[in-house]
């Protein structure tokens, strides 16, 4: 990748203070973070280094107790909720490790659904295809296994045609192979469409599918790193 692209997103100096009880759980402890135009990032770290929370406030799901965010020069940490919203609906894309998908509706229904409010949607039977679905448009979530229920998650996910796209732990319920499928979908969507994308996991073999990876402990940045090769999805073991 194109060290000198364009930054899309900056973090400088993010903490996130939870109050439990009588208790100050401190998420996020001085963070400063970039991901960059079409890159394809990894955040690394255990169960409860601070991965999701980062993730939900570049995803405008969340802000920060203290420090700055900005997307693309508009700064989400003051943001309102109703520009929050908007930032969400134009401009990112989340895959989470359960799927969410509605089960009344079809492959095709779901995905829909998203892009009857996007402002450039990709069409919902694109989409699919995109993530190797293009024969199950019609099936319902019961009728398609967990893997493909996370494909059509993707596809979801990317029908709205996002500039970013914010996976959390998208492996993390399925098994290896079903996962090496799964990475090979968001890995395919950003080397073909360029989607600028970062992907939550604890497992450390996936970080060598990234252009980049990011090691978090306990709320702060362990590590950044660029990695020397970026192998397929297929290539790795664990």
Known sequence: MDT???????????TKVYRMGEVDVHALRGVDFTLHQGELLVL???SGSGKSTLLNILGGLDVPSSGTVHYLGQAL???SQSELTRYRRDNVGFVFQFYNLIPSLTAYENVALVTEIATDPVAPDEALALVGLGERLHHF????SGGEQQRVAIARAVAKNPRVLLCDEP???LDYQTGVQVLEVIDRINRELGTTTAVITHNAPVA???DR?????DG???RDERNMTRIRPSEIRW
């Not at 000198?4 to 993010?14: N, R």
């Not at 979530?141 to 398609?144: G, T, V």
């Open 213 to 217: 990876v990011v090691t978090l402990a």
């Open 220 to 222: 702060q940045v362990h």
């Open 141 to 144: 979530p019961a009728q398609l």
């Open 77 to 79: 940490h003051s943001a």
């Open 171 to 173: 492996t993390g319920a």
């Open 208 to 210: 060598k599918v990234a």
């Open 44 to 46: 690394l770290g255990a």
């Open 4 to 14: 000198t692209s364009t930054t899309v997103l900056v973090a400088k100096g993010l």
